[in-house]
C-alpha cells in the first residue's frame, strides 16, 4: 500500500467534493436566495466575508488542484497512460479545473469582495443619486458574480463527471 497516494487521494476528494459542492450551492441557491431577499441579502454576505469564506476557497480549491496534479503526475510516469481515455479525461477534468479556479479567483472573488465592501457602508449613505449609483454598481458586480459562478460551477461539474467515470471509459 502507498500511504502517500492514499493520503493525496484522500484530500484531493475531500477538498474536491466541498469546493465543488460549495460552488454548486453558491450558484444555484445561495445567490439567488440573497438577489430575492433585496437588501437584506447584503448581511448574509456580509456576513459570509466577515467568517472568511472567500479566503477560505481559493485554498479549497488550491489543495485541490495541487493534489491532483501530484496524483497525475505520479500515474503519468507511463507515456501510454497519459494518452489513454483514462489519462486524457483525467487531464481534461483537471484543465478544466483550473479553468474554474482562474474564473473564481480572477471574477467571481474580485466582484464578491467589491460588492461587499459598497454594500456596507450602504447604510450609512443618506437617500440620493449617490446612494441608487451605489446600490446599482453593487447589482452590477453581483450580477458579474453570479454570472462568473455559474460558469464554474458548470466547469466543476463537468470536471467532477470526468473524475467519477473517467476509469470506465
Do not use: C
Request: charged share 15%; glycine share 12%; hydrophobic share 60%.
Amino acid at each position: 500500500m502507498d500511504l502517500v497516494l492514499l493520503l493525496l487521494r484522500l484530500l484531493h476528494i475531500l477538498a474536491g467534493v466541498f469546493w465543488a459542492g460549495t460552488i454548486f450551492f453558491v450558484a444555484s441557491l445561495l445567490l439567488p436566495a440573497v438577489r430575492e431577499a433585496g437588501p437584506e441579502g447584503n448581511r448574509v454576505l456580509l456576513a459570509l466575508q466577515r467568517r472568511r469564506f472567500l479566503d477560505l476557497m481559493p485554498v479549497v480549491a488550491g489543495v485541490t488542484i495541487v493534489t491532483g496534479f501530484w496524483l497525475y503526475i505520479r500515474s503519468a510516469g507511463i507515456p501510454e497512460w497519459a494518452g489513454s481515455r483514462v489519462g486524457m479525461a483525467l487531464g481534461l477534468g483537471g484543465v478544466l479545473g483550473v479553468v474554474a479556479f482562474a474564473i473564481g479567483v480572477g471574477l467571481m472573488r474580485p466582484a464578491t469582495l467589491r460588492a461587499g465592501s459598497l454594500a456596507a457602508g450602504l447604510p450609512e449613505m443618506p437617500d440620493g443619486p449617490a446612494r441608487v449609483e451605489r446600490a446599482a454598481e453593487i447589482l452590477r458586480l453581483r450580477q458579474r458574480a453570479a454570472g462568473a459562478g455559474r460558469v464554474v460551477a458548470l466547469l466543476l461539474g463537468v470536471t467532477t463527471a470526468l473524475m467519477a467515470v473517467a476509469r470506465y471509459l
